[in-house]
Nanobody
Framework: QVQLVESGGGLVQPGGSLRLSCAAYGSIRTINTMAWFRQAPGKQREPVASITSGDSTTYADSVKGRFTISRYNAKTTVYLQMNSLKPEDTAVYYC?????????WGQGTQVTVSS
């Protein structure tokens, strides 16, 4: 069994910054990829950023140059540094980790960008 614990969401003004974290606990095997997704009200869940075990990263076009994904703690914790936040970044953010044969989702953390 694997648990993902997310933290770092909140309310921030446009142009501000937040850092999300997601730590994996439990029966941790080799984690292949760690990723962040988000879901805004009335919209489908979409990928935001991902990082592989070799530290290769990918980003959605909408967040390139503003968000940075990284992993730490023997690569069982993933962070999402979000800068220059915009109102359209408002969503519930979910982390997701991929093992060789299965994957797990976090519970989600709310990010609200508003003045």
């Amino acid at each position: 069994q694997v648990q993902l614990v997310e933290s770092g969401g909140g309310l921030v003004q446009p142009g501000g910054s937040l850092r999300l974290s997601c730590a994996a606990y439990g029966s941790i095997r080799t984690i292949n990829t760690m990723a962040w997704f988000r879901q805004a009200p009335g919209k489908q869940r979409e990928p935001v950023a991902s990082i592989t075990s070799g530290d290769s990263t990918t980003y959605a076009d909408s967040v390139k140059g503003r968000f940075t994904i990284s992993r730490y703690n023997a690569k069982t914790t993933v962070y999402l540094q979000m800068n220059s936040l915009k109102p359209e970044d408002t969503a519930v953010y979910y982390c997701r980790i991929f093992f060789r044969y299965d994957n797990y989702w976090g519970q989600g953390t709310q990010v609200t960008v508003s003045s």
